[in-house]
């Protein structure tokens, strides 16, 4: 037997990475380790390591949770950092980059990080702006392998309450028949839904930079459920 896939969580507590630890629950394939600022509401059956830290300090606790994949689910919004874009790019620029950067220090092979649907490095818009240009400094972090998920709403149970929600909800019943063609990549997603996608892609071996908007995550986890379906067939064989 194989050993597990040993991932570093970073941004535990928002809506992704609190979906990806539950969805890690029972499994045996994947050892899961947090870093994490404080912490965190571990549900029933967990049975995960959560490195406190302060985010100065995170490139010794991610050295420290030997990853095989680093998956970085950190985001702020702008009303939680005040309005003020250098605290917001803090956030989802600096601190995004450098885990990336600590990441292939710590000798992970791959990195998973939670972008926006829309990112665009010329974007007018300022917050898909910071998401393009994130997207594209991250290339040149020197990853064998760089997994970027393009989610557009996100939908669960959050901490706070955002306006969007109620849009999220409406478009989580009218997208199928609202939103076809290139609009599909604008259909929302469940977080527990993108913490399957991740833990998918957490068992792709191939190198390179790779992209997945909607569709590309749905295609991601109908080929892993094949794959899946191969090794067993093997092991009955």
């Known amino acids: 037997m194989s050993r597990p896939t040993r991932i570093c969580l970073v941004g535990a507590s928002g809506l992704v990475g609190t979906a990806l630890i539950a969805a ?26 959560v490195l406190l830290a302060e985010p100065e300090h995170w490139a010794d606790a991610i050295a420290a949770a030997r990853p095989d994949v680093v998956v970085c689910a950190l985001g702020t919004t702008r009303a939680k950092a005040g309005g003020d874009e250098a605290a917001f790019r803090a956030v989802d620029q600096d601190l995004v980059l450098a885990c990336a950067g600590w990441a292939v220090e710590a000798g992970a092979r791959q990195f998973i990080v939670v972008s926006s649907i829309g990112a665009d ?14 997207e594209a400094a991250l290339a040149r972090t020197g990853q064998a392998r760089l997994d970027i998920l393009q989610p557009s709403l996100l939908l669960g149970p ?14 989580a019943f009218l997208g199928p028949l609202l939103l076809h063609g290139g609009a599909r990549r604008f259909r929302p997603i469940h977080g527990s839904t993108l913490a399957e996608v991740i ?10 930079r790779f992209v997945h908007d909607h569709d590309g995550m749905l295609r991601v986890l109908r080929r892993h459920a094949f794959e899946r379906s191969l090794g067993a067939g093997e092991a009955v064989d």
Not at 159 to 169: K, L
Request: with cysteine.
């Open 24 to 49: 890690c629950v029972g499994r045996t394939d994947i050892r899961l380790v947090a870093v994490a600022r404080r912490e965190l509401p571990l549900p029933r059956g967990a049975t995960m390591e």
């Open 199 to 208: 833990l998918a892609l957490a068992h792709q071996k191939a190198r390179g």
């Open 121 to 134: 490095p010329h974007a007018r818009n300022f917050y898909l702006r910071v998401k393009g240009e994130t």
């Open 158 to 171: 959050r901490a706070e309450r955002r306006p969007a929600e109620a849009v999220g909800r409406a478009l």
